[in-house]
């Protein structure tokens, strides 16, 4: 519930069961603010998946644009790792219960990818300071307060290694005590702490607990280095990203409508009325080409939003559009056969695009954030300020070209495993091997 607007009552009762409740007020609930790009975005796919299991299809989507190829962008091995275990525990869920521990690892993933090993220290911190601070509340004795003081001692000493080591200047980091402005030295603390060990010991144990809150404030207040925030290309990149998830569930659920009712009609021509009156259970072909027309219309609004914000637009989403409206004109033919064939080919392009809108994004997070935009000549150019060609890709030399008996061979071999993968009468096995396959293209 993080970050959400909610409707929040207090209710109060005493010891002669009465009860009361204060008036309603609506507010939004605190929520900590990412500012890198990637984490941002796992934190913004936790919590639809939090809002509706139903989301699990666009969430496994979105990580998986991210994941595919992913250790060419992403150079630490766990959040890869991670990014993959995510997808297949999604993929694979049957059941609500299934999810459970999906939230948590998105969550831990973008903590790591925020704050990196710092994360977990002031996790240890904050349980050494939270162990002192009860063991001081119920009178423990002077030996286990001595361990606790040298836990949180050597807890605290491991945050500000690893706040120093992320610390742009190469001098420790400076410290800002809260409503003042008095620079505060690391020795500093360490001597706080050491106040507070001599209070605890000589019995003075609400002041000890006193100045442990003020070394709370002042550790919630240091002053690291200013992240970067995210551009507002990086913005909408992600908001694309998130939007072809939806758009690739929507797109894969027609097809297996359109499959099933070409089913009930052999060779997938048998044409026009016999077709709209629906098979097994299946939707009228009307039905499914006006889904397959207001997803096509989605993908094309999502195109436009995307050149107007002067990010470049992927071919992939231009070729699937267009496979879109073969798929709607095989319906109205009646011949959903053909037609689940052309949606299949949209899928896979779909996909292309939508790893083509992570390639950008993660480029434009490795350049420190320039984003795709329009040159000073009005040339449309990439996340690395190269040229862009017509089809919205990127242009450069230094990459080595095959010639045409390659491309020629590539090509043949994609088209037979995409036409493989769209005949959905083969053994699921086979198709997910084939959908393996395919996403290497």
């Not at 607007?5 to 002669?16: E, F, G, K, N």
């Not at 992403?74 to 997808?87: C, E, H, K, P, T």
């Not at 659920?253 to 089913?263: A, K, P």
């Amino acid at each position: 519930w993080a970050g959400l607007p909610v409707m929040l009552t207090l209710v109060v009762s005493d010891d002669a069961e009465q009860t009361s409740t204060s008036r309603t007020i609506n507010m939004a609930l605190p929520a900590r603010q990412f500012t890198k790009p990637l984490a941002a975005a796992l934190v913004e796919q936790r919590q639809r998946l939090a809002m509706s299991p139903l989301n699990r299809g666009s969430v496994a989507g979105f990580i998986n644009a991210f994941a595919l190829e992913g250790e060419k962008h992403i150079n630490d091995a766990s959040v890869y790792l991670g990014l993959r275990a995510a997808y297949w525990r999604l993929v694979k869920a049957r059941r609500p219960g299934d999810l459970a521990g999906v939230s948590k690892l998105l969550w831990d993933l973008a903590l790591h990818i925020e704050d990196g090993d710092l994360s977990m220290a002031e996790r240890d911190l904050r349980a050494a300071r939270e162990a002192l601070a009860q063991a001081l509340a119920e009178g423990a004795s002077p030996n286990e307060i001595e361990q606790l003081m040298q836990e949180l001692k050597s807890a605290l000493s491991r945050y500000l290694d690893e706040l120093a080591g992320n610390a742009t200047a190469e001098m420790d980091p400076q410290l800002q005590p809260p409503g003042d402005g008095q620079m505060m030295e690391r020795s500093d603390l360490e001597k706080m702490l050491d106040a507070i060990g001599d209070l605890a010991k000589t019995g003075a144990r609400d002041q000890a607990q006193d100045l442990l809150s003020q070394l709370d404030d002042i550790l919630e207040n240091l002053n690291t280095e200013e992240q970067q925030q995210p551009t507002q290309g990086e913005s909408d990149l992600a908001d694309a990203i998130g939007e072809m998830g939806d758009i690739i569930s929507e797109q894969r659920s027609l097809m297996d409508e359109t499959f099933q009712h070409g089913q009930g009609a052999p060779g997938g021509s048998e044409g026009g009325e016999s077709g709209n009156q629906g098979q097994n259970g299946a939707p009228p072909l009307e039905n499914l080409q006006g889904q397959q027309d207001g997803i096509r219309q989605r993908l094309e609004d999502l195109m436009g939003q995307l050149g107007e914000n002067g990010q470049p637009v992927p071919g992939e989403l231009e070729q699937a559009a267009r496979s879109m409206q073969r798929a709607q004109d095989r319906l109205s033919q009646g011949r959903p056969d053909s037609a689940a064939g052309a949606q299949g080919r949209a899928i896979d392009q779909l996909r292309s695009g939508a790893q083509a809108l992570a390639d950008a994004m993660f480029d434009s997070m490795g350049s420190g954030g320039e984003q795709s935009g329009v040159n000073a000549g009005g040339d449309q150019t990439d996340p690395l300020g190269r040229p862009l060609t017509s089809n919205g890709t990127s242009n450069s030399d230094s990459v080595k070209l095959p010639d045409e008996l390659d491309l020629q061979r590539a090509r043949q071999i994609l088209e037979e495993l995409r036409k493989r993968a769209a005949e959905l009468g083969r053994p699921e096995q086979e198709l997910e091997y084939l959908e393996r396959l395919l996403r290497r293209f």
